[in-house]
């Protein structure tokens, strides 16, 4: 978030890749996927196929937010996702780089039922919803996206996590050669993050599979990356491949790399400043840039659905 990209990344690693590939690999894919067992019996439905195309039989989210959301447009062009460059502007520039189909996520640790998912069986498994949320960015930043996804409650319990998992821990895919942010030593690859189990089971937590209604543009984190809107945006992390159930609290990207500045919990929170910046009030990008800033809730406005989860808990040492 603050590492400047050096300047010697070969303009051949930012070609993009010709659009028909992924769709070949996807339709290969799809066949060798198309024995895979649904999950739990559910109904399979028709699944997007790649970022940008629409998700059929989506529902309005009652946890929705009322506010506008941000273009699409500054919402897939303003971004933070280092394997694809550290600039705002460079993820989309490279997204093409980032290929997602075939996909898997493993999901292993302290569960019964340690698993491997393909991208086609959670997109057709679980019903999507669409959900307005704010995102709140720690560099003190804001937008309004309308994400589409699932709770991940809903998929954490059918692995039956056991009594030990007191952590749920999420990794990034690593393919260096694939993704050029990772041949550079800018953060300990692969992006870690990590929730408290409470946390993850939480209602409002979900997994994205897509925004304003069509499956993630691989610059937001395609094909499925995490949402959790009352914390800053580090947290939700990109394209996922593995969710480990764990006892001890994970170690996650961004505090193993500035633990002064980044905390494991970072819960939005206008009374707790950076180090190096306020935290008290965020612009929000469509705004301009010489609108007047916003005042930042506490909780990024979600204080009453996830307080509790903090009690008796001090929010400027647990940071
Ligand atoms: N996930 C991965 N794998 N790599 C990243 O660099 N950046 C995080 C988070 N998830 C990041 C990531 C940060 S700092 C933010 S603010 C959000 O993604 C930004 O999400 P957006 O680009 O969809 O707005």
Not at 10 to 24: C, D, G, M, W
Not at 228 to 242: D, L, N, Q, T
Not at 275 to 297: C, E, N, V
Request: proline share 9%; aromatic share 10%; glycine share 8%.
């Amino acid at each position: 978030m603050l590492i400047k990209r050096p300047s010697d990344i070969p303009a051949s690693e930012i070609t993009p890749k010709a659009v028909y590939l992924r769709r070949r690999e996807f339709l290969q894919a799809a066949a060798l996927a198309g024995v895979g067992a649904a999950i739990g019996g559910a109904a399979l439905r028709a699944a997007p196929v790649a970022a940008g195309e629409a998700i059929p039989d989506l529902r309005p989210s009652p946890l929705s937010t009322d506010a506008p959301p941000t273009s699409r447009d500054d919402i897939t062009s303003y971004n933070n996702f280092y394997e694809l460059g550290t600039e705002k502007y460079d993820p989309k520039a490279n997204a093409e780089q980032l290929r997602t189909r075939p996909w898997q996520v493993v999901v292993d640790g302290e569960c019964e039922a340690p698993g491997t998912l393909g991208i086609e069986d959670i997109l057709s498994g679980f019903p999507q919803e669409e959900r307005i949320y704010r995102l709140r960015c720690v560099e003190a930043w804001a937008m309004v996206v309308p994400w589409v996804g699932f709770p991940l409650g809903d998929l954490l319990a059918r692995f039956k996590p056991t009594s030990q998992a007191k952590y749920v821990a999420f990794e990034t895919i690593y393919d260096p050669e694939m993704l050029p942010g990772q041949r550079r030593r800018v953060l300990d690859w692969p992006y870690r993050e990590g929730l408290r189990m409470d946390e993850a089971m939480h209602p409002l937590t979900i997994l994205a599979t897509g925004l304003y209604g069509e499956s993630l543009p691989n610059q937001n984190g395609a094909p499925l990356r995490l949402v959790v809107p009352w914390k800053y945006g580090f947290k939700s992390i990109k394209s996922i491949v593995r969710i480990s159930f764990t006892e001890r609290q994970p170690p996650t990207a961004w505090s193993s790399m500035q633990p002064s500045e980044y905390g494991f919990y970072a819960n939005v929170n206008p009374e707790v400043d950076h180090p190096r910046w306020s935290q008290k009030s965020h612009r929000m990008i469509g705004d301009g840039l010489f609108a007047k800033k916003r005042p930042t809730l506490k909780f990024n406005g979600y204080g009453d659905q996830v307080a509790p989860l903090y009690a008796g808990m001090d929010l400027a040492r647990q940071y």
